[in-house]
């Protein structure tokens, strides 16, 4: 399995940016994806999980109401609505998959990662 994020950039405080993670290869066992964030100097957080099969979305407490997780049903390409945002979300957004039942709010529920993408929010 590989993934690839994208859609990282610059944006002002209070705008929107949409985040896309590309699945690619044995995805047909795939139980959920997962966004993390990691700002410099702070651990990976949590933002917000999809099961692969659609439907349940949950999110880290930081983002909820603002941020969105959503699958095209068509494809394998997972995104992440990001609105209102806030200079303490830059970080580089990274996401995971799992093919197991987890704990799938930590990074230990994921087997694959793919590379970030840097936000940077300007105040």
């Known amino acids: 399995v590989q993934l690839q994020a994208s859609g990282g950039g610059l944006v002002q405080a209070g705008g929107s940016l949409r985040l896309s993670c590309a699945a690619s290869?044995?995805?047909?066992?795939?139980?959920?994806v997962g966004w993390f964030r990691q700002a410099p100097g702070k651990e990976r957080e949590f933002v917000g999980g999809i099961l692969w099969s659609g439907g349940s979305t949950w999110y880290g407490d930081s983002v909820k109401g603002r941020f969105t997780v959503s699958r095209d049903n068509t494809g394998n390409t997972v995104y992440l609505q990001m609105n209102s945002l806030k200079p303490e979300d830059t970080a580089v957004y990274s996401c995971?998959?799992?093919?197991?039942?987890?704990?799938?709010?930590?990074?230990?529920?994921?087997?694959?990662w793919g590379q970030g993408t840097l936000v940077t929010v300007s105040s």
């Open positions: 290869g044995r995805t047909f066992s795939s139980l959920a």
């Open positions: 995971a998959l799992s093919l197991a039942p987890a704990k799938w709010v930590t990074p230990n529920g994921y087997q694959y």
